[in-house]
């Protein structure tokens, strides 16, 4: 059974910091690319974060870049997102997506909320 699965979203202060963990499991987890997506109310759900099957090259949306750290950890099995230096337009509902040529799988979703 595949599964992926978000943790870590909370409520947090501008400026502060969380870290975001996806699990994964029921597919062979280094094979493929890693994402980090985000939704906020009324708006499109936007690419984030991607990281490669190595974890050697990522990729960041121009709003996070500086501040928000993708990583991977293959013999875990888990996909993680460090964001730093928080702001309300961070708040979302953050989401954790696997792909690997046309099969993608994506998780629930953990929401996280920048709010002073």
């Known amino acids: 059974q595949v599964q992926l699965v978000e943790s870590g979203g909370g409520l947090v202060e501008p400026g502060g910091s969380l870290r975001l963990s996806c699990a994964a499991s029921?597919?062979?987890?280094?094979?493929?690319?890693m994402s980090w997506y985000r939704q906020a109310p009324g708006k499109e759900r936007e690419l984030v974060a991607d990281?490669?099957?190595?974890?050697?090259?990522?990729n960041y949306a121009d709003s996070v870049k500086g501040r928000f750290t993708i990583f991977r950890d293959n013999v875990k099995n888990t996909v993680s997102l460090q964001m730093n230096n928080l702001k309300p337009e961070d708040t979302a509902v953050y989401f954790c997506?696997?792909?690997?040529?046309?099969?993608?799988?994506w998780g629930q979703g953990t929401q996280v909320t920048v709010s002073s």
């Open positions: 029921g597919f062979t987890f280094s094979t493929y690319f």
């Open positions: 990281i490669y099957t190595t974890g050697r090259v990522t």
């Open positions: 997506k696997g792909r690997r040529f046309g099969t993608e799988y």
